[in-house]
């Protein structure tokens, strides 16, 4: 039997727990915490507060401030972060003519159910593993949240070299318009190769002009000069059975778009993005400071 993706959910977590218990937010997700029942916000909820020892072995204090040290320093940074930054690029992006939005990966990502009128005139596609896609369709029924007209799900593994086939045929498609394509938080457990050949269809299928934004782990994830943090997502992710996969350096990514036709046309570093998304935020709360996410940067490319 096919398991929920726990990445998913304690991403949906970590955004519903932001909204929920801040004034001044880094990113408001107002159904996040609808998306998810109360059994699985209580169970992530514990299993945070009680995993205090694994993240911060030297932390005192109560079960709440434990569940609030483990959000903001660990679970919310790289998902604030990147949703951030993804939505103010989209609304640009459809701001100089993007008809369509594709987003990859889509987990419980939210932003088709709380879309501001100027999203109204785009068609947004999930794209996402068949039974994260079908488990998410149920979350939405059971919330009674309603699906807008312009929203369509797909289903396709990217791990399989079918899965273009599943978005091309799809007749919510259209390949002739111009797109613009998030891909958050999927690098990661992606082989250096499936990543390439992810960016390969792109190039392929997607009409220049079309953008892509996504997050991606450094060069120095997965070693020694790795961020506490970073060691510890990596290994979170493994016991989860979603092993994180690739690393690049800022010239690796840069060559393997460039080879598909891409051009960077933005990219943070995770000081980059503290201080253009998380300053804020930090001024409201000098005793919760967020920063960005170890080992992650943030890119934004164009197919020229």
């Known amino acids: 039997m096919e398991q929920k993706s726990m990445t998913a959910l304690v991403s949906a977590f970590s955004r519903a727990y932001h ?8 990113f408001d997700d107002s159904i996040a915490r609808m998306l998810l029942t109360d059994e699985e916000y209580h169970n992530i909820s514990k299993s ?23 959000v903001d320093n660990q679970l919310s940074p790289p998902q604030l972060g990147r949703a951030a930054y993804a939505e103010k690029a989209l609304q640009t992006a459809v701001s100089i003519g993007v008809k369509q939005y594709l987003i990859f990966g889509a987990g419980y990502d939210t932003f088709a159910y709380r879309q501001p009128s100027w999203a109204e005139k785009i068609q947004i596609l999930e794209i996402d593993h068949p039974f994260t896609a079908n488990d998410k369709q149920v979350h939405l029924k059971n919330a009674n949240i309603t699906i807008p007209n312009n ?19 799809n007749t919510s498609f259209n390949g002739n318009k111009i797109s613009f394509c998030s891909i958050l938080g999927v690098a990661y457990y992606l082989s250096r190769q499936t990543f390439s050949e992810l960016i390969t269809v792109l190039s392929l299928i997607l009409p220049k002009g079309s953008s892509i934004v996504f997050d991606y782990p450094d060069e120095n994830t997965y070693t020694e000069k790795a961020g506490e943090r970073a060691k510890k997502q990596a290994l979170l992710a493994g016991a989860a059975n979603e092993k994180m996969l690739g690393s690049y350096s800022y010239k690796d990514m840069e060559k393997i778009l460039s080879e598909h036709g891409f051009l960077i046309y933005e990219h943070l570093t995770p000081m980059e993005m503290t201080q253009q998304y998380f300053e804020t935020y930090n001024q409201a709360n000098p005793t919760h400071y967020m920063t960005a996410f170890d080992n992650v940067n943030y890119c934004l490319a164009v197919r020229k």
């Open 151 to 169: 929203v369509h799900f797909i289903e396709a593994d990217f791990t399989n070299e079918q899965w273009q086939t599943a978005l091309t045929q």
């Open 19 to 26: 909204s929920q218990n801040n004034k001044v937010k880094i």
């Open 48 to 70: 945070m507060t009680d995993g205090i020892g694994f993240f911060n072995p030297n932390f005192k204090g109560t079960k709440d401030e434990a569940l609030r040290w483990v």
